[in-house]
């Protein structure tokens, strides 16, 4: 793994393909999560972390077009804006007092909370827009083995359904998502 900078880099990228890649049709395809269209897929991506990164650090990401009417307009604002935040190593490396996750540099907080979310979605939005659905296995591994420690306070959050159990032999993405989407998954696979 490299660098915050650097791995929201490689992974913003992919999800970028994925958006840029999305028939205009598509758009409105049914996505996982239930009740989700592929563009509520942005949508979640545009809302939850600029409102997390100005309530925490006092950082306003620019406002881009609508995801209503430029999906792909509005996450390469958001996209280009984070990698800025992360290319400068004044603001990466400011340390902030964050909710829930205690005192950090920008930068480490952007790859633990943010970039992985970017990283799962790529599925999510890959599955609604009939794209190819595979994710870096390498990537699938770090993130399974650093959130199986704290698997009672993740499903405690809200977030997380009841983990779905998967036959040993499952790749590790399978293993993922049916541990992030839990019983959404079964109905998925």
Sequence with gaps: MGSP???HRRIAAEFT???EGTDPAAWDHPAPPEGWVARDIVRHLLEWFPAFLQA???ITLPAGPSVDDDPV????????????????PATAGREHELPHLGRMPLGQAIDMIYTGDVFLHRWDLARA????????????????EGMLPMDDALRQSGHY?????????????????AYILGAAFAGLG
Excluded: F, H, S
């Design 5 to 7: 900078a650097d791995e």
């Design 17 to 19: 393909a994925t958006v």
């Design 56 to 58: 925490a650090t006092g």
């Design 73 to 88: 307009g509005a996450w390469r604002t958001q996209t280009d804006a984070v990698q800025a935040l992360l290319d400068d």
């Design 129 to 144: 827009t009939g794209q190819n659905e595979t994710l870096d296995p390498d990537k699938c591994v770090e993130m399974l």
């Design 161 to 177: 359904g009841p983990r779905v159990d998967v036959p040993d032999d499952a790749d590790v993405q399978t293993k993922l998502l």
